[in-house]
Nanobody
């Protein structure tokens, strides 16, 4: 199994930035896709950004132009750079790895955007 550990969450003011990090317990080189999801209180978990093994990315419409996902295969790490944060971005953010043998999740990291 792949173990994922997220970090980088916290409290930030509107307009601020955060960078989330997801470290995998083993190589992500052969993982089909790495992604960030989020879940706000009372809402369903939603896909925020995904990056495939080939580097193709896709984003939730509401974060396009503000968030950037990147992967560093050498460090077994995926990042989510979040700029111009808005209160509606407040949620628990989860890292996900999709591999041939299943889908793996991290424990989540809280992001709170508030003045």
């Amino acid at each position: 199994q792949v173990q994922l550990v997220e970090s980088g969450g916290g409290l930030v003011q509107p307009g601020g930035s955060l960078r989330l990090t997801c470290r995998a317990s083993e190589s992500i080189f052969f993982i089909n896709a790495m992604a960030w999801y989020r879940q706000a209180p009372g809402k369903q978990r939603e896909l925020v950004a995904r990056i495939t093994s080939g580097g193709i990315t896709n984003y939730l419409d509401s974060v396009k132009g503000r968030f950037t996902i990147a992967r560093d295969n050498a460090k077994n790490t995926v990042y989510l750079q979040m700029n111009n944060l808005k209160p509606e971005d407040t949620a628990v953010y989860y890292c996900n790895a999709l591999r041939h043998d299943g889908s793996y999740w991290g424990q989540g990291t809280q992001v709170t955007v508030s003045s």
